[in-house]
């Protein structure tokens, strides 16, 4: 694919003059980020490899206050592979796609065992939760490898820079061409992580979703979309389908002594290995009836529905109701689950959606 270049321009000499512009922007202009390495010094490929991990459909300022929290409990990756998963859980709770999580652990057993990270792409592949974009990252920002990853932001600059106007998600085997042209560019290949740090935060704070800042753009001399006036519309997204509805009832049962019952999904699946409030299989379509719901309830104990949460993943939006009970003591093991105080529920590895019921059923009044 030709680089869109200034006339008189050759291919080559237009993808060194972007990445020259860029680098200089970036040697300006350049995030602190807790997991980058600062001018000069050297990357720490633990640090890389745990930030791009949690930065999977997560943005940067949901990540930090996490990679902040993680790091102060496992500031190595021995500490990080000898802890128990559900610790792992508990403090990635709240960030959502608990999957990483549970990859993160695998692979740092992984990583452990081998004694040393990986170097390319085809190698860190091998790893749990490692894509073809997260082990391109991985690589050139830790190692130095030269490979462009193509993630969001990157994907949003090189296809207003090119002007590629088919629609996502089609037009990635054209943004990734583009990338592999411009990756041969000896002024990336010299500076290889700088280089993909820059797209990303070119993308991040000036090419920007829905009004970039092309005045700002050390690339808009060259940026043909932005020639074409088409910049802002750029990339284009196919339509997507409507997202699918899913319900569910939830129960808050709770003792004499202000312990709640808990229980823990299966360790595969959607929220695997994360900690719930009991209730009945989540189904599409259709709303459960409160006979219905009760019928599945972990006890005979009178209940009363409290209220609903609503909470949207990334293919289904989910309604849970949530019904409280109180018995004067209970056998969690009888129960099918086990119990903690509800001061202690901070601590657990509730997903979002859990932590919605929580605070809706604390903060109800007594019947």
Not at 12 to 34: C, N, T
Not at 64 to 83: K, S, W
Not at 239 to 259: I, K, M, N, Y
Request: charged share 20%; hydrophobic share 45%.
């Amino acid at each position: 694919m030709p680089i869109i270049q200034p006339p008189s321009a050759a291919p080559g000499e237009a993808a060194a003059l972007h990445w020259v512009a860029l680098l200089a922007w970036y040697d300006r202009a350049r995030r602190k980020l807790p997991w980058r390495a600062a001018p000069g010094e050297a990357a720490d490929p633990y640090r890389v490899w745990l930030s791009e991990i949690m930065l999977q459909q997560t943005t940067v300022a949901a990540v930090i206050p996490y990679f902040h929290r993680i790091t102060q409990r496992f500031p190595d990756l021995a500490t990080l592979a000898a802890a128990p998963e559900g610790e792992v859980l508990a403090l990635w709770a709240g960030l959502g796609y608990y999957a990483r999580a549970r990859n993160l652990h695998r692979a740092a057993q992984a990583l452990a065992a081998r004694c040393d990270f990986p170097r390319s792409p085809e190698e860190w592949l091998h790893l749990p939760g490692i894509g073809p974009y997260t082990a391109a990252a991985i690589s050139a920002i830790a190692f130095g490898v030269p490979v462009l990853a193509v993630d969001g932001n990157v994907a949003r600059v090189l296809s207003r820079l090119l002007a590629i106007t088919a629609p996502l998600p089609g037009a990635m085997a054209e943004i990734a061409t583009a990338a592999e042209v411009l990756a041969r560019a000896p002024t990336f290949r010299a500076r290889p992580g700088d280089a993909t740090q820059a797209l990303f935060d070119l993308g991040a704070s000036v090419c920007l979703k829905t009004a970039p800042r092309c005045g700002e753009c050390p690339l808009e001399p060259g940026c043909r979309g932005a020639r074409l006036g088409i910049a802002h519309t750029l990339p284009r997204r196919a339509e997507r389908p409507p997202r699918p509805a899913r319900f569910g009832a939830q129960f808050w049962l709770t003792d004499a002594t202000g312990h709640v019952l808990l229980r823990r999904r299966p360790g595969r699946g959607l929220l695997g290995g994360m900690v719930e409030l009991p209730g009945p299989p989540w189904r599409e379509g259709t709303a459960w009836a409160e006979d219905e719901a009760l019928a599945l309830a972990p006890t005979a104990a009178p209940w009363r529905k409290i209220g609903s949460v609503r909470h949207v993943f990334t293919h289904f939006s989910l309604t849970l109701d949530l019904y409280a009970g109180t018995v004067a003591a209970f056998s969690p093991q009888t129960l099918g689950g086990f119990s903690r105080p509800i001061a202690a529920l901070a601590d657990e590895a509730l997903p979002s959606v859990m932590r919605k019921c929580v605070l809706l059923a604390t903060k109800a009044r007594p019947a």
